[in-house]
């Protein structure tokens, strides 16, 4: 008998504890199958072998009825008894060799992983499939640490491409995070999660069916996204190598004409934009949004969060004032904008200044799917230590960036960009702006901006008014952001009644207001 060809989609993982009361476990196996499941796991850890074992041949009996394979956890004995399609084991049950000698060659054989080198042992000692987690918290277990999507991105980049292991994420996995599981912790190697494994998202609920339904059509969603970005992104590399400069010179074209079209836009609509800032710039940051044309509403409190979202157009996530309250309202806020595909640009001011704030913005990525994230150098090399990217470090100082900084920016920028599947801007002598493909250095502004406190974060409410009348190019709605200001910055310093600094806040603010867009013919930007 040959080894089953196994669909890994929607993988059940029973529990008879956490089984709706309204149905029994038979029941809601032969729901979840009915919806969509195309594997189950049978996992009683209270049980004896003899109880296991009766148990067992009575779910089987209904997966054989549907021809989805069944898979017994932990218990080679039971797994035997029944002549089950496989087994799983975790990383302190039976060894995974030990139980593929027992199993056979022609059984399927999965094990619990959660780093990279148990991964990879598990390729040596001949799983089939590994499950990876803890996702997320869950009701199962009470893990040390939850790996998120970046986490299991790392383990599936850690598997070599022509390695025909399966992969399927566990661990608090819900159809309102299934897609953004799949879809963000593909790798940059083309590995993407084979399926997804859920105990209380399908037994817990009132309609198993209806929720594995649900699962698979988040599973298939997430899937497509990813498989597209990496077509995607081997199509623009392919275009990239054949027509480089062809594609350069295009690119500076197309992204100049749109410029003054979306500031003639922008003063049009007049978006609303949210913002949860910190206290030393609240007042810049509104009057930048007013100036340029936009409405700023500076909304820290979590308690409305959903109720703005339906209104504004976009939301800046500024980490520069670090409360859990503050922190909370982001979460908050970014989840509801994300509902409402609202654009969330985070700010992660001073990333690397402190282990709290690597922790948030480490949180906010693994939580919230960010559209744009702003950042100085420090703040962009902290940003790529968190996801995983291999670059050059650049030290902090407080808020600031300290060194010279990348050797390469705007290879930084892309790798960045194209790793978290959004916009990177990086800002400094020379800004630089990518979405993974295309790549833009942006030349403008005065040494003035850097010498006042808040440039920056402005930098991030102007880009937030440009992504908000361009839900579909948030690249040129930051380059655009950027441009605003650079250009608001050499008119105001080139004014008479500029004499340092401090004059130069005031006439930066007015120079927002008088930007008109022909001026965007000014702009000095370098597509790569």
Not at 2 to 28: A, F
Not at 30 to 54: C, N, P, Y
Not at 285 to 296: D, I, V
């Amino acid at each position: 008998m040959s080894k089953p060809n196994v669909d890994y989609s929607v993988y059940l993982v029973t529990d008879s504890g956490l089984n709706h009361p309204s149905r029994t476990l038979l029941q809601s196996i032969e729901d979840s199958i009915q919806g969509g499941a195309t594997l189950v796991q049978l996992r009683e850890k209270e049980l004896d072998t003899a109880d296991f074992i009766e148990l067992a041949r009575k779910v089987h009996e209904v997966t054989k009825k549907y021809n989805v394979p069944l898979l017994i956890n932990d218990n080679i004995d039971v797994a035997i008894a029944i002549n089950a399609e496989g087994a799983h084991v975790g990383q302190d049950d039976v060894s995974c060799t030990e139980a593929r000698q027992r199993l056979g060659p022609n059984k399927i054989l999965g094990i619990s992983t959660g780093t990279p080198e148990e991964a990879k042992k598990a390729i040596a000692d001949g799983a089939d499939y590994i499950g990876i987690g803890t996702c997320f918290m869950t009701q199962t277990k009470s893990p040390k640490r939850t790996l998120g999507p970046m986490g299991v991105r790392t383990i599936l980049e850690a598997i070599p491409a022509d390695v025909p292991l399966k992969t399927v994420a566990i661990g608090g996995i819900k159809h309102d995070n299934t897609r953004r599981v799949v879809s963000h912790s593909a790798g940059a190697n083309g590995r993407i999660l084979d399926g997804i494994a859920v105990v209380t998202g399908i037994v817990g609920a009132q309609d198993a069916k209806k929720a594995t339904k649900q699962l698979l059509a988040e599973y298939k969603s997430g899937y497509e996204i990813a498989s597209k970005h990496h077509e995607d992104g081997q199509q623009q590399q392919q275009q990239q190598q054949q027509q480089q400069q062809q594609h350069r010179d295009a690119l500076e074209k197309k992204v100049l004409q749109s410029l003054s079209g979306l500031l003639k836009t922008l003063r049009e609509s007049s978006p609303l934009i949210h913002h949860i800032s910190n206290y030393v710039v609240m007042n810049d940051t509104a009057n930048a949004t007013l100036a340029l044309g936009g409405s700023p509403i500076m909304a820290p409190c979590v308690t409305e969060a959903e109720d703005l979202s339906k209104v504004v157009s976009s939301v800046v996530l500024n980490i520069g004032t670090l409360t859990d309250s503050f922190v909370d309202c982001m979460l908050a806020a970014g989840k509801y904008a994300n509902a409402q595909s609202k654009p969330v640009i985070l700010d992660p001011v001073g990333a690397g200044a402190t282990l709290l704030r690597q922790e948030t913005t480490r949180k906010i990525l693994n939580s919230l799917h960010v559209d744009i994230i702003k950042g100085n150098a420090g703040e962009i090399s902290t940003i790529a230590s968190i996801i995983g990217c291999d670059t050059e470090t650049i030290a902090m100082r407080g808020v600031d960036s300290l060194g010279s900084g990348f050797s390469n920016p705007a290879a930084v920028v892309q790798a960045v960009a194209k790793r978290e599947k959004c916009v990177v801007a990086m800002t400094g002598k020379i800004d630089y702006v990518s979405d993974g493909a295309r790549t833009i250095a942006i030349e403008n502004g005065h040494e003035y901006q850097g010498r006042i406190s808040g440039s920056g974060c402005m930098v991030a409410s102007s880009i937030a008014a440009f992504a908000a009348i361009s839900p579909n190019d948030h690249f040129v709605a930051a380059v655009a952001g950027i441009l605003a200001l650079n250009l608001a910055g050499e008119h105001a310093a080139a004014r008479d009644d500029v004499r340092g600094p401090g004059t130069f806040r005031a006439a930066f603010i007015d120079e927002m207001a008088n930007l008109e867009p022909e001026m965007f013919d000014q702009a000095k930007i370098k597509a790569f």
